[in-house]
């Protein structure tokens, strides 16, 4: 018998022997020697989860349902001029297993040797794993992480298999580094562009949220490691999020913002679920046991558990009972309050005990428990190369006049805009990835062979070089660097170029993160910096009949009307990871034919948005509590826009964006055809199939949208409703995919809240397969004879008060 186990058996027996007992010879006897009493341990694993609960003291439940304590991740690592990052030693955070074991990791479970039950580490997430680079007691080597391209690249793939792919390789990294759990992928909405996380968000349509998410769930679970959804839900702003009180009705939430969430339970078995920093309908998220327990676990089956955001909620006693088992990252006074509750009769232990449950099941499946030896050696090089592919098949190609892509006889580049020098591989905060180096679009271009101008090179680097020097050298934990002025390059410089040059590639640059919400000026709309630089390159150019592309390099949605005129092309290159530069280069030589499409609008103007008079909401500053990093300040925003979030309103309100939700172009064309129903009446499921045919010269991929419109009798509906997507292969020219969609009950039903059920009219159903949301190609329509009750649901999540909801005109 080992030590370690001889320890756990007294430890065990000195916590379930009255102590009279202790000082009986006898007892001491069968302490040391009985064979039958050490049977009695039940240790993880060998006994049942719940033998182990029973044999758990109230101390030890209560420290494993905390977490225990954090250790806080190296701050972004800065990309230098040669691309290369600077390591940077870690900045704070409590000493405890995370930093011992993976220092930068988010948090870690509290470990009870005596019954075998290790400590987890969790970490983020969602572009890879965010750890520490460097380590204090090993500097033999350094532990960075590739940076894949944001959520919202992803998305734009339109393409499950490939996020499943990136999935697997940032499973890989978050095995090979010891971490148990990562906390990603977030499936919020993306509700208004201003939300400062959108970039790690997917879209703002539930079902590719949903489908993109349980995709990356799949392959980073495959490695053996736990992922947390998050953040559930309706967290979708950074202006006040611990305090605002988020108003939105039932039918929102279960066809909008839950609806990703419940996908992605239903499709990946997500080991963990994160619930949100908000208040919703009146009672911090973590504290509904309609969310926690009556929706997520008994209506949709989760059998994971459940953990709150870092320092979320308020009230452990009332998460305890709601079925959020986890309190992260875990303080000694929330373990005593817990404790304490029991002891005096407000909490029951059997609360207790379930929510251990839900932990210890988790943790049987986990690499601390399975003793896992980890490399530290992820294979890097590997990874960047899916990096790389993975960006360039979510970029967008938005505009694209008289062929100015692929470049062709081309030997020059002019190169403008601060982020083609220094590109933002993903957005800051949690979010952010410390990796090894970037690579720019200036590098991209040179490794593709084409020649720039080194005076140009010399200003734009002096002045980012010299802009970098000046940024504060503390800043608050997650605080984004300040945005670089663009650099002001003079008309005689440009003139030069244009004389030079065969074509002007100009990037726009955003970055935006956790803790802060974007602006309208110089954000959301482009600086008079910005707006005159193109303007300028666009004459200058256009004179020599040569053409202009703009890169956006950003996180989330930015205002295009206005400038877009000037550009003969706009690739949409998002923020793309560490191998941004190159595959940014990849579609613009036509190495790889642009084949992403938009999963978010990008609107006219932002009073278009549906949600603008409702972002972020009414601040009660004179009930502000605390100071600094702790002030709070009591908010409320009412989701009037109701289900007409993105797409559903501007096509049912008939507004018109600028690039609409599925938009995308390709180098070459396709045709749809052959669109055909399996059956003209719904019984229990239909088919629908439709041919599409590469017209054009060179091979492509399209993304074939499927759209459903719905009888809206008693309830409103939407003009159209995405229901299912599919990519084809690449097609040569010429080549033809049939590809096939089914339609289930589930697709045909809206969720009416009078009666507590998801329904499906009786009536006819519109279906259109389309090449976007607006550039629909064949319609079809088959029949509903009676009212179906697709499912039944739990009462749950009523707001407090009538909301005055968005309704189209009958
Ligand atoms: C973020 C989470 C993150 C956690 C741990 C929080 O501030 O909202 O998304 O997983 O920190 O770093």
Not at 83 to 102: C, E, L, N
Not at 160 to 169: C, Q
Request: glycine residues 8%.
């Amino acid at each position: 018998m080992t030590n370690l186990c001889k320890k756990n058996k007294i430890n065990n027996m000195q916590n379930r022997i009255p102590v009279t007992k202790l000082i009986s010879g006898l007892y001491l006897f069968f302490l040391v020697k009985s064979p039958l009493m050490a049977q009695t341990v039940p240790m993880l694993g060998k006994a049942s989860v719940k033998a182990v609960v029973a044999a758990m003291t109230l101390e030890e439940k209560a420290k494993l349902l905390v977490g225990a304590g954090r250790g806080l991740a190296a701050p972004v690592s800065t990309t230098t001029k040669d691309s290369v990052a600077k390591p940077q030693a870690p900045v704070g955070g409590m000493i405890g297993v995370t930093q011992d074991k993976v220092p930068g990791a988010a948090g870690n479970t509290a470990a009870i040797p005596r019954l075998g039950i290790p400590s987890m580490v969790l970490a983020d997430g969602p572009a890879g794993l965010r750890i520490n680079p460097i380590r204090k007691f090993d500097s033999t080597k350094t532990f960075y992480a590739t940076a894949f391209p944001v959520g919202t690249l992803l998305a734009s793939s339109w393409d499950v298999d490939l996020v499943k792919k990136v999935g697997l390789a940032i499973g890989s990294e978050v095995r090979d580094y010891g971490v148990d759990i990562l906390l990603a992928p977030g499936i919020n909405i993306h509700r208004n562009p201003l939300g400062g996380r959108n970039f790690e968000y997917y879209s703002e349509d539930p079902l590719i949220a949903g489908k993109m998410a349980a995709a990356i769930v799949n392959g980073i679970q495959a490695n053996g490691i736990g992922t947390s959804i998050k953040h559930y839900v309706a967290n979708n702003q950074e202006t006040n999020r611990s305090s605002v009180n988020t108003i939105v009705s039932e039918r929102a939430l279960r066809e909008i913002y839950l609806r990703g969430f419940e996908i992605a339970v239903k499709e990946s078995s997500p080991w963990t679920v994160m619930t949100s920093y908000n208040i919703l309908n009146g009672i911090y998220t973590a504290e509904r046991a309609d969310l926690v327990t009556a929706i997520l676990r008994k209506e949709w089956g989760f059998k994971g558990f459940v953990m709150t955001d870092w320092f979320g909620g308020v009230d452990p006693i009332a998460q305890m009972k709601a079925g959020n088992d986890l309190i992260m990252p875990g303080s000694p006074s929330q373990t005593k309050e817990i404790i304490n509750a029991v002891n005096s009769g407000m909490l029951n232990e059997k609360v207790l005990d379930q929510n251990v449950e839900h932990i210890l099941n988790i943790l049987l499946q986990s690499s601390a428990f399975k003793n896992y030896h980890f490399s530290n050696s992820p294979d890097l090089k590997k990874d960047a190369v899916i990096s790389r592919m993975a960006a360039s098949e979510g970029m967008v190609l938005l505009k694209n006049d008289g062929t100015a892509l692929p470049l062709n006889k081309i030997k020059m580049v002019a190169l403008f805009g601060n982020t083609s020098y220094d590109i933002i591989a993903g957005g800051t905060g949690s979010g952010d990835v410390n990796k090894a180096y970037t690579v720019s679009l200036l590098q991209g271009i040179k490794n593709a062979g084409y020649t720039l101008d080194q005076s140009l090179t010399n200003t734009y680097t002096a002045h980012i070089d010299s802009s970098k020097a000046k940024w504060p050298k503390v800043r608050r934990m997650f605080q984004a660097p300040p945005p670089i002025q663009e650099a002001t390059i003079t008309m005689e410089q440009i003139a030069g170029q244009a004389d030079k040059a065969d074509i002007a590639v100009i990037t726009i640059g955003r970055n935006a993160g956790e803790g802060a919400d974007r602006k309208l000026e110089n954000d959301y709309y482009l600086s008079s910096a910005e707006k005159i630089l193109i303007k300028n390159v666009s004459t200058a150019f256009h004179t020599k009949g040569k053409k202009v592309v703009v890169v956006l390099n950003i996180g989330g949605v930015i205002e295009i009307a206005s400038w877009r005129d000037d550009a003969d092309a706009i690739l949409l290159a998002w923020q793309p990871g560490m191998e941004g530069g190159n595959a940014i280069t990849d579609v613009l030589t036509g190495k790889v034919t642009p084949s992403g499409k938009l999963a978010t609008t990008f609107p006219t103007d932002y009073k278009d948005v549906p949600s603008a008079k409702n972002f972020p909401g009414k601040e009660f500053l004179d009930q502000a509590t605390g100071e600094g990093f702790r002030r709070k300040v009591p908010a409320e925003v009412t989701y009037e826009e109701g289900i007409y979030v993105g797409y559903r309103y501007y096509n049912t309100f008939k507004i018109s964006p600028t690039y609409e939700f599925g938009y995308g172009l390709s180098y070459t064309t396709f045709s749809y055809s052959n669109f055909k129903l399996s059956a003209t009446s719904f019984k229990d499921k239909i088919t629908a199939t439709v041919s599409i045919t590469n017209k054009g010269k060179v091979a492509g991929k399209e993304i074939v949208q499927l759209y459903l419109n719905a009888p809206a009798k008693k309830m409103d509906k939407p003009a159209l409703e995405l229901k299912g997507f599919a990519k084809t292969r690449l097609l040569q020219p010429g080549e033809t995919q049939t590809v096939s969609f089914e339609i289930k009950p589930r697709d045909l039903a809206s969720f009416d809240t009078d009666n507590e059920q998801w329904i499906a009219e009786a009536g006819n159903y519109i279906v259109s397969v389309g090449a976007s949301s607006q550039d629909i190609k064949q319609k079809n329509h088959f029949s509903l004879n009676k009212d179906l009750i697709v499912e039944k649901a739990t009462k749950a999540l009523t707001p407090q008060m009538t909301i005055n909801e968005m309704k189209p005109a009958k």
